[in-house]
């Protein structure tokens, strides 16, 4: 009973010290995640030690986005059905390369393999309830995004509906708040002007359905096609890329009419691209040489960037073999 008090009153410890002192948290997950990458290649089995850190630093600050939100008054819900596929999505997008490696690590690439499509099988399923039941469009990675803690904290981040203006019931009218107003000297006397940030009209939702459909369930068909012509493969290369062009294609033709945060994924995923540079068979027939070539000159022409270029030239084998699958989104 004694030791069921003590660790109550240690947990009611933290959580004060957590709610009370948002940056200097932020400061020591930003270390805790950073030294996962000073990690890798110093001690025996340092991959996976590696991904343990990343993943339990990330999911210690998921722990205290929560603990700041409940203790600021946030009217987020976490027990419904739609904010636990969230939850476990946003889990599984900090552990699956811890995951994949332990497996690895203990049967072999086949077991790997098997865990990295029992994954993507989950991932994609659920995915696909938060887009038909929940409307969810597009799913963000992760679903649950990290919290700007400072603006949240010091009241930056409040819904302007709720302090500067509101809006009659019955007519419709929007009034603007007495203690909304301006200082007289920055009014410019002109009516008030409201911010929409949701989808425009005219849209249609079934090019948007398509698209997110494609992104879903890309990762399942490139697995499927990486099985059929095997990893280093321009066949499953292209076919990765020919579904994310698609679903590119069919977002673009409404990007106009998307809100600021589903433009903000869709740039996201945008830049994602870029990566298919470092993924097989593009990376070892020609990426490979032109990193190398460009970081050995840069290590050359400026002696001080040899202590990044290096270790980067080093390991660059290494995480490309980790990190860089298409189907990992």
Known sequence: MDKAISLQELYALYKRWVISNPGVVTDVETVATWSSYFV??????????????????????????RLIKEAYGSEETYYGFREQIKLWL??????EVFVELLVKNRWGSRGKWT???????????????????????????????ALQRKKFTEGKETDENSNA???????GRVVRRVDGAPA???????????????????????????????????PLIHLAAMRMFGTKSWKQWFVALGIDIASMKLFNRHIDK??????????????????YLLR??????????????????????????????????????????????????
């Open 184 to 218: 007289v000297a920055f009014r410019d006397w002109e009516p008030l002007k409201i911010k929409e940030d949701r989808p425009g009209k005219g849209l249609d939702i079934n090019d948007l359905v398509y698209a997110e459909s494609f992104h879903i369930l890309k």
């Open 40 to 65: 890798a290649g110093k001690i025996n089995k340092s991959p996976i030690v590696s991904e343990l850190v990343y993943s339990i630093s990330k999911l210690v600050s998921l722990f205290n986005d």
């Open 280 to 329: 097989s068979p593009m990376y070892n027939g020609y990426s490979k040489n032109i990193i190398e070539n460009f970081l050995m000159s840069m290590s050359k022409k400026l002696p001080v960037t040899s202590f990044i270029s290096s270790p980067i030239i080093q390991y660059l084998n290494h995480w490309q073999d980790i990190y860089f699958y298409m189907w990992a989104s």
């Open 165 to 171: 203006f509101f809006t009659l019931r019955r007519s």
């Open 90 to 95: 946003t889990v599984i997008h900090y552990c």
């Open 258 to 275: 998307l809100s600021y945060d589903q433009r903000l994924e869709i740039s996201r995923r945008k830049l994602g691209l870029v990566l």
């Open 115 to 145: 865990a990295a499509t029992l994954l993507q099988v989950f991932k994609c399923s659920s995915a696909l309830i938060l887009l038909f039941r929940y409307k969810e469009l597009p799913v963000s990675h992760p679903p649950i995004a």
